[in-house]
């Protein structure tokens, strides 16, 4: 009896020991066979095909699928596979955990610049500085440096970032409304949203990821924080710009009001291309759906305005947009040399069929106008030009945002109950400034 | 030495059986659960290899943090939904159980929401509780409320709202096991109590719930616990907006753990969550004697 009840531990031991062995032993033995791999390889044997994995956001059809192919029918000695994360908390989740195991990414796509430091912290990223001397600044230009931590780059902005307000040309025409100028301020916005209205066509909506463009424009210039170091949430221009939307939503009613926003989930592209609102505030991603006229028709025309100040006075406005699109190398990736040569060709060109979907390439060693021609191909007519030279492709002084996402969460829980109508705005200014004061306490 | 029989000699099979389920519990269960306990006195961060000891200081900051104890209000609210329901289960069950017209497709419909798809369910529930026009709101203006609640849009209701769509779903499953419960029930007790003369409130209160209880205790403590672990229907509704207000304890340790990585802080709400269930569980246990008969 002792004896069997002795075997049997034993033999259960055994088995978890095989199986936790087994999984550790596999890993051990990928890190020991992968160093050769840096080592030139044997002239003797052929040398082996290289596989790497590029996680990105972008949907494959949309571009990376042709990216891929074209990279590995050059290069039939890399073979680089696509493989599409969400640009949310599981999503991004997921790329972490398959950073840190350096088994199934090699090269992956920043899109935050938080994000990009959360990874650097974690030592997921390769210092670009160590590998050849591409010259970033030069490539890409000098919004690049925003995106610079601790002085060095991690990865390459390849990619034009742009936010901007898409206009109905027809409806403006219909209203007499000449196509704003950039400088134009939210009282501006204000009056065009109340002339622009009509049943069933809000004056202006606002996409997710544009809604508080302005916001972060204004704290990119007047700084985080003030001088004493304390939050500069509670600032006056804030406030303005607040209480400007808050009016559009419940006097003018020229935009939805955030409850309907909230619970109908407004499909706002959507919306926008068929002609149920004249204003659009959202960036370079919607030419995804806006180019593609089988599934979104639309005859109008659309010009573009810029994200428009709080107001005139307003001096130091920085505008959303810079560079994005931050090609990163996995520090744990086994094939870090095959993956720099891929993300440089990546940026100086490779990355051209997703143009299409209004991602134009920050380096000089592309024609910008090439992308451009790419990116309107067939549907040259739906646009203005002028305004989407002067706004879509011009220049602005732009930021990176680098306030926290517990910082950002709390800012947006306190000004939802300010258009919820659950607090006023003092209150909401002064929560606001309290717990971004909390968090960098 | 006595002779063992061939089933006893084949005890260890039974060992080797379990085994690979058992694996799985300890790797993916029981391990994780060890590591966590681990986690709630360092600063780890997901995925930063940086990690060190800070002691107690995960719980000071618990203890200073507000939304933390906004997330406790919360959680005590959508907890109102677990006796609610079963009154109301109780209550449905009792007619069911009784001759009345359509009764298998009455019983299989206030079962259905058990077994629907959770976020299929979740977006309906939003249609009908859509403030504008849904037709909750529709249906309280035309009996004259001028302004009806938001709802899922309104921070002082969501958390209602959202115990509305967790009474509906659970309802179902609780009416299913009071069916079986009242079944149970021996005729002649509730004939000789007919006999005595008991009115039907009478013999509702002091005959055949008292019989249920054991039933009732164990919708209660299962009902808690899974409530409280419940994540998924809040999730897919409001994701513990608006403003923060539906966020209960299992969502402010998501956030906590995969928004913002801070693994060790997240650890600590998590093993707090689970000592309130442990509180709340040995607190049914003792009181049960006071109104459990078996």
Redesign the interface.
């Known amino acids: 009896?002792r004896r069997?009840k002795w075997?049997?531990t034993v033999?259960?031991f055994l088995?978890?020991a095989l199986?936790?062995g087994g999984c550790s032993g596999g890993a051990g033995g990928n890190t020991n066979g992968n160093k050769p791999n840096t080592d030139p390889a044997p002239t003797d044997k052929p040398a082996e095909k290289v596989k790497l994995k590029l996680w990105g956001a972008v949907p494959a059809e949309a571009g990376p699928q042709a990216v891929v192919e074209a990279w590995n029918a050059e290069n039939p000695d890399i073979e680089v596979e696509y493989i599409r994360f969400v640009n949310d908390?599981?999503g991004n989740?997921k790329l972490?955990?398959a950073?840190?195991t350096g088994q199934d990414a090699d090269l992956y796509m920043n899109y935050q610049l938080t994000r990009l430091q959360?990874?650097v912290?974690?030592?997921?990223a390769v210092d670009l500085s160590t590998l050849t001397d591409y010259k970033v600044d030069e490539q890409m230009g000098p919004d690049a440096a925003q995106w610079k931590i601790a002085d060095k780059y991690y990865g390459l902005p390849t990619k034009k970032n742009m936010a901007f307000i898409w206009l109905n040309k027809q409806k403006l025409d219909e209203a007499g409304l000449p196509v704003p100028p950039i400088d134009w301020t939210w009282s501006d916005l204000q009056q065009y949203a109340a002339k622009l209205k009509k049943d069933n066509v809000y004056g202006l909506l606002q996409h997710e990821a544009a809604y508080t463009a302005t916001l972060d424009g204004t704290i990119a210039g007047l700084g985080v924080t003030k001088a004493d170091g304390t939050s500069n949430f509670d600032n006056p221009l804030w406030k303005q710009n607040f209480e400007i939307l808050h009016n559009m939503m419940f006097k003018d009613k020229s935009t939805p009001?955030?409850?309907?926003q909230?619970?109908?989930?407004m499909p706002v592209d959507t919306m926008f291309l068929k002609g149920e609102a004249a204003m659009l505030t959202a960036g370079e991603f919607i030419f995804r759906n806006a180019n593609n006229l089988k599934d979104y028709p639309h005859d109008f025309q659309i010009a573009f305005a810029a994200i428009p100040r709080v107001n005139k006075e307003q001096t130091d406005f920085k505008y959303p947009g810079g560079l994005g699109d931050v090609l990163s190398i996995n520090a744990k990736s086994k094939n870090q040399e095959a993956a720099w040569k891929f993300a440089q060709w990546y940026a100086d060109g490779g990355m051209l069929p997703m143009a299409s979907g209004g991602r134009i390439p920050s380096s000089k060693s592309v024609d910008s106008k090439q992308a451009i021609d790419l990116m309107l191909k067939g549907v040259e007519d739906k646009y203005d030009r002028e305004s989407l030279n002067n706004v879509v492709f011009g220049k602005f002084e732009s930021f990176q945002l680098s306030v926290p996402?517990?910082v950002i969460?709390a800012r947006k829980?306190?000004f939802?109950?300010y258009f919820?109508n659950?607090q006023d705005i003092d209150t909401t200014l002064k929560n606001m400034a309290k717990r971004h004061q909390e968090f960098i306490k | 030495m006595k002779r063992?029989s061939w089933l006893q000699?084949q005890?260890?099979m039974g060992?080797?059986f379990i085994?690979p389920n058992m694996?799985g519990i300890?790797?993916f269960f029981i391990l994780p659960a060890l590591f966590s306990f681990v986690l709630m006195f360092t600063n780890y961060?997901?995925?930063?290899?940086?990690v060190s000891f800070t002691g107690l200081d995960n719980f000071k900051r618990l203890f200073q943090d507000e939304n933390f104890y906004s997330s406790i209000k919360y959680t005590a609210i959508f907890l109102l939904s677990v006796p609610v329901s079963l009154i109301l289960a109780f209550a449905v069950a009792l007619i069911l159980n009784r001759s009345v017209y359509l009764k298998g497709l009455l019983r299989g419909m206030f079962f259905l929401p058990y077994i629907s798809s959770g976020v299929a369910v979740a977006f309906v529930w939003?249609l009908l509780?859509?403030?504008?026009h849904g037709p909750i709101n529709e249906a309280l203006r035309w009996v004259g409320m001028v302004s009806p609640p938001?709802?899922?849009?309104?921070?002082?209701a969501a958390m209602y709202a959202i115990d509305v769509v967790q009474i509906w779903f659970m309802m179902g499953y609780n009416m299913i096991i009071y069916l079986a419960a009242l079944q149970e029930i021996s005729t002649e007790q509730l004939e000789a109590a007919k006999i005595d003369g008991a009115k039907t409130g009478t013999i509702t209160w002091k005959i055949i719930w008292p019989l249920v209880s054991p039933t009732t205790f164990l919708l209660l403590i299962t009902g808690l616990i899974m409530t409280m672990k419940s994540f998924s229907l809040i999730q897919a509704i409001t994701q513990g907006?608006?403003?923060?207000s539906t966020t209960i304890l299992s969502l402010y340790v998501y956030?906590t753990a995969?928004?913002?990585?801070e693994m060790g802080y997240a650890s600590t709400i998590s093993w707090f969550l689970f000592a309130v269930i442990m509180l709340i569980t040995v607190i049914q246990w003792i009181g049960q004697k006071r109104w459990v008969h078996y």
């Not at chain 1, 009001?257 to 309907?260: K, V």
């Not at chain 2, 961060?45 to 940086?50: L, S, T």
């Open positions: 009896m069997s075997l049997v033999v259960c088995i978890t199986v936790i908390d599981p989740l972490d955990t950073l840190m959360k990874r912290d974690a030592g997921l009001e955030y409850s309907e909230l619970t109908s989930k996402q517990q969460d829980e306190e939802e109950k919820l659950k | 063992r000699k005890g260890w060992y080797a085994l694996l300890l790797l961060q997901f995925a930063n290899p940086d939003m509780f859509q403030p504008t938001g709802w899922f849009a309104d921070p002082d907006g608006p403003s923060g956030k995969f928004s913002y990585y």
